[in-house]
């Protein structure tokens, strides 16, 4: 079954660094473009990074110079690297990516299971 794993979220004080993962699992033939978003308790989701399936990147716009995402399509994998933190980016991250399995010609979007990142002051 395919699916996107993530890892690497925790607890941090502010001012710290922190980097997420998310690897694609299962019969993958070719990852596309993947992005990560986060929610926040009464918040909607809300873009942090992305990248095309063509390299471009793409910032939310309260992260920007602080957040640097990265894939390996090789690996099927893609990382999240946040500095800087502050207590307002804590909130639940999800990576989301374009995936087509093997044997499919037909890509579809997967969403990870999310991953708690909390910043203390």
């Known amino acids: 079954q395919v699916r996107l794993v993530e890892s690497g979220g925790g607890l941090v004080q502010a001012g710290g660094s922190l980097g997420l993962s998310c690897a694609a699992s299962?019969?993958?033939?070719?990852?596309?473009?993947m992005g990560w978003y986060r929610q926040a308790p009464g918040k909607e989701r809300e873009l942090v990074a992305q990248?095309?399936?063509?390299?471009?990147?793409d910032y939310g716009d309260s992260v920007k110079g602080r957040v640097t995402i990265s894939v390996d399509k090789v690996e099927k994998t893609g990382w999240l690297q946040m500095n800087g933190l502050k207590p307002e980016d804590t909130a639940v991250y999800y990576c989301?990516?374009?995936?087509?399995?093997?044997?499919?010609?037909?890509?579809?979007?997967?969403w990870g299971q999310g991953t708690q990142v909390t910043v203390s002051s």
């Open positions: 989301n990516a374009v995936l087509t399995p093997v044997g499919s010609e037909i890509p579809n979007v997967y």
């Open positions: 299962g019969s993958v033939f070719r990852l596309g473009a």
């Open positions: 990248m095309t399936s063509i390299g471009s990147t």
